[in-house]
């Protein structure tokens, strides 16, 4: 059964920093890892799409890399600001999923102070 | 702006009720799917529907059930409220098929807010 884990689950940066969200699954079949922002009481943004054939993907301040074979992906996001200040979710699509089959992970919440 | 939208936003129901939430996804996108998010932990996948058929489902009861029409709108329904139910509901919808291989990203909704007193 695909399990995903983010660490931290909650982390708190001074604005300025550059900071590296963890996300790890068990099982390495899946055929995309996507992560998302959730402000509160929110829907989700979806940030950047990793095919399993891809080592990372960059969007603005954003980098995300995948090591499939390790089960690791991490957010790296460059030069925080206030405004980035929200909850991150990755979630995977197992092989042999429907394609809006997503195991999300609990998410990392992010805390960026002016 | 992900071109989803949902309704109601908030919504007020009594364990044993009955309840229907609303979707409407991005035009041109035949698949949707639905999530339940409980407060402080990721969505968790319902169902998705292809072309008006559900093609996929998760550890969800069959009280939770589903309609897409033709027009890109969706429903969720879910019978026999229990209190373990209050929770954001999100529908999330993208352009691909029903399975098999292909990227395609998730576009979801706002969420609405179920509550069972």
């Known amino acids: 059964k695909q399990e995903v884990t983010q660490i931290p689950a909650a982390l708190s940066v001074p604005e300025g920093e550059n900071l590296v969200l963890n996300c790890s699954f068990t099982?390495?079949?899946?055929?995309?890892l996507q992560w998302f922002r959730q402000d509160p009481g929110k829907g989700l943004t979806s940030l950047l799409l990793?095919?399993?054939?891809?080592r990372e993907q960059t969007s603005g301040r954003l980098n995300a890399s995948l090591d499939k074979s390790s089960g690791r992906s991490t957010l790296y996001i460059a030069a925080s600001q206030p405004g980035d200040s929200a909850t991150y979710l990755c979630?995977?699509?197992?092989?042999?999923?429907?394609?809006?089959?997503?195991?999300f992970g609990k998410g990392t919440k992010l805390s960026v102070k002016p | 702006e992900t071109g989803v939208t949902q309704s109601p936003t908030h919504l007020i129901k009594t364990r044993g009720q009955q309840v229907t939430l609303r979707c409407s996804s991005q035009?041109?996108?035949?698949?949707v799917s639905w999530y339940q998010q409980a407060l402080g932990q990721g969505p968790q996948f319902i169902f998705q529907?292809?072309?008006?058929?559900?093609?996929g489902r998760g550890n969800f009861p069959p009280r939770f059930s589903g309609l897409q029409f033709p027009n890109y709108s969706s429903e969720l329904n879910v019978n026999a409220l229990e209190l373990d139910d209050s929770a954001l509901y999100l529908c999330?919808?993208?352009?691909?098929?029903?399975?098999?291989?292909?990227?395609?990203?998730?576009?979801f909704g706002p969420g609405t807010r179920l509550t069972v007193t």
């Open positions: 979630a995977v699509r197992p092989e042999g999923g429907s394609q809006g089959n997503l195991i």
């Open positions: 099982d390495s079949a899946i055929y995309n």
């Open positions: 990793i095919q399993s054939s891809q």
């Open positions: 035009s041109g996108h035949n698949t």
């Open positions: 529907y292809y072309r008006e058929e559900e093609n």
């Open positions: 999330a919808s993208n352009s691909g098929g029903p399975g098999g291989v292909g990227d395609y990203e998730q576009y």
